[in-house]
Every structure is written in C-alpha cells, then in structure tokens.
C-alpha cells in the first residue's frame, strides 16, 4: 500500500554522475574527500561509463583536471582538451549516452578563480567570451548539454549566441542558475584542483542568505535562453528549489555537491548513519523539493538499489 500511495518515485535515468578526467592513462587515482570517486585517465572513464550505460542512470557531467593551466584558462576552451577528449571517447563507446559537461574556468586557471583576473576580482566580461568558447568546443566534441557554472552576468546569453552562430542550436544549456558560494565545495575543489590560490568566489556565487535574488538570478537565466535550471547545493536549498519549481515551467535539477556526499560518507564510515537509507532519503527529499534530476555522486549506488 506504501508503494501504491507514494507521491515521489525515484529512478536511474533521474540522476547524473559527475566524473573527473584527467591526462594520462591507466590512472585511477582515489579522491581521499569522496570515497568511491576518482581522478580519471580516459581509458578508465570510458570503462567508467559502461557502468553507469548499464545501469540507465540519465547522464554524466564531466569536470577536466588538466595538464596545464594558466592565466588565460587556455586548455578550457582547446579542441584537444582534457574534457573534449573525454566526450568524444565516451561518445565513440557509448553514443547513447547523455553527456552533459561543465562549462567553467577554475579547474584551468593558474590562480584558480572562475575567470579572468584583474587585480583582485574577476572581469566578468572578459570571461564571457571564454565561456562561449568553452562551450562551442563542448558542442563540437559530441556533449548533449552544456551546464555554465562559473555564475558570470550574461553568460548563458554569449553561450546560446555562439552555440547557435556554430550550428549547435540543438545543444541544451542547464544553467547553474542560483549557485551558492558555498562551504560545502571544499571535497570537489580537492578532486578538481581547483581552490583559489586567493581570496574567494564571494564576488561571483551567490550569498546564502538570499533566496529572492536566487530568484531573480533564475527568470535571468531563462531570458538570456537556459532550457533548464539549476539549485547547488541541494539540501541547503530545498526551499528555493520548492519555489523555482512553483514559479519556473522548465526542467529543474539540483546538485548534490561534494560536500554534501562527504558529510554522509564520513557518518558511514564511522557506522552513524546507514548507507543506503540516507542516500535514498536525501535524494527523495531533493525530488520531493521539486528537482526533476540531480547531479549526484551516489547516482550509481542509488541506481543499483533502484535496479
Ligand atoms: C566549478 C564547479 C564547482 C562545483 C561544480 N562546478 C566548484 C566551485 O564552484 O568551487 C562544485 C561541485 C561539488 O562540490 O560537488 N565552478
């Protein structure tokens, strides 16, 4: 009768797992922060991605951990990048499926800010045409979506401008809509190598305080041409994510970030909390919110017990 009356269902193709790639072969090297996740070679991504096809999760985000970073974030937006590499490689074994990539500069810039840097703070406009050349080498790399998380002004607009003027009008922006500087990236900064060398993202994520300019930051996003939204972290955030859902007819999706995977991580660990019934809860929860899909690094445990 549970079953019967249940007002939430969760399933694979809900979830998205975000991967991390890096050059090299062979390599599959631990993220201490988040047990279970890796710094990946490619070879082992694309051997990755046969679990998670099997499983019928919805998709994989992939961040690129690069050779060589710089003031200019030049491997970000190179053909023959870390991250291109990776999409064409997956897309060649599985063509099937869903490749979504983060379009953002700080896992390539030498100081690991978001963008370019002009005496303490990042020029937003500047940054903007890195973006859109980001995304455009995405697109043509075989990515389906392409998710800016860089929280610049008008960067989903430049993005769509150049998709469209490159022939990729059927590539799909999910915008990092109302993405929070929050504590909780501290485990992804580990694994991506990207914490700021620097002062902070304070200038450019928004304060968790605000939840009406999360809002604002939303109808923005959509006017400039997101197809879908974006609420990070998730759980902090349940009530924005329950009035984008009343407010927004587009598809919603949230990030359960790092942190948030570390935290239950570290309770098992220690045998405080039980695995899988904290993972299920808190990705119900998200569901239950109003996400219609969320990045998550549990998308292959949830998966499998769903299976
Ligand atoms: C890049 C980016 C970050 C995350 C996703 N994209 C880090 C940040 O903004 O510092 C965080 C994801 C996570 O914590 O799991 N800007």
Same mark, same amino acid.
């Given at each position: 009768m549970r079953r019967l009356v249940r007002e939430t269902q969760l399933e694979p193709a809900d979830f998205i797992l975000p991967l991390f790639v890096c050059p090299g072969e062979g390599i599959r090297k631990p993220i201490s922060s988040m047990p279970g996740n890796f710094q990946l070679s490619i070879d082992e991504l694309v051997k990755e991605c046969e679990g998670a096809h099997a499983l019928g999760i919805g998709g994989i985000i992939l961040f690129g951990i690069p050779d060589h970073k710089d003031e200019m974030a030049s491997e970000n937006y190179d053909d023959n990048g870390i991250v291109q590499r990776a999409i064409r490689a997956v897309k060649r074994a599985y063509p099937n499926l869903l490749v979504m990539t983060d379009v953002c500069n700080c896992e390539y810039t030498s100081h690991g800010h978001c963008g370019y840097?002009?005496?303490?703070?990042?020029?937003?406009?500047?940054?903007?045409?890195?973006?859109?050349?980001?995304?455009?080498?995405?697109?043509?790399?075989?990515?389906?979506?392409?998710?800016?998380?860089?929280?610049?002004?008008?960067?989903v607009g430049a993005i769509r401008t150049a998709l469209d003027a490159n022939g990729f009008q059927k590539i799909a922006i999910c915008a990092y809509s109302a993405k929070f500087a929050s504590g909780f990236y501290g485990p992804f900064r580990e694994a991506a190598e990207s914490t700021p060398t620097f002062g902070d993202r304070r200038t450019y994520q928004m304060d968790p305080a605000n939840g009406r300019e999360a809002?604002?930051?939303?109808?923005?996003?959509?006017?400039?041409?997101?197809?879908?939204?974006?609420?990070?972290?998730? %759980?902090?955030? !349940?009530?924005?994510? #329950?009035? &984008?859902?009343?407010? *927004?007819?587009?598809?919603?999706? +949230?990030?359960?970030?790092?942190?948030?995977?570390?935290?239950?991580?570290?309770?098992?660990?220690?045998?405080?909390?039980?695995?899988?019934?904290?993972? %299920?809860?808190? !990705?119900?929860?998200? #569901?239950? &919110?109003?996400?219609? *899909?969320?990045?998550?690094?549990? +998308?292959?445990?949830?998966?499998?017990?769903?299976?």
């Open positions: 840097v002009v005496g303490n703070d990042v020029d937003n406009d500047v940054t903007l045409d890195w973006l859109a050349k980001c995304a455009v080498t995405h697109a043509r790399a075989g990515a389906d979506i392409v998710a800016p998380s860089d929280m610049m002004d008008g960067r809002m604002h930051e939303m109808q923005l996003d959509l006017e400039e041409g997101a197809d879908m939204l974006m609420v990070k972290p998730a %759980m902090p955030y !349940l009530d924005l994510l #329950r009035q &984008a859902r009343d407010r *927004f007819d587009v598809p919603l999706s +949230a990030y359960q970030v790092s942190g948030e995977y570390s935290m239950i991580m570290a309770a098992v660990e220690k045998g405080w909390l039980d695995y899988d019934r904290i993972m %299920m809860e808190t !990705l119900t929860s998200i #569901r239950r &919110a109003g996400a219609d *899909f969320i990045l998550t690094y549990f +998308a292959r445990d949830a998966a499998k017990l769903l299976g």
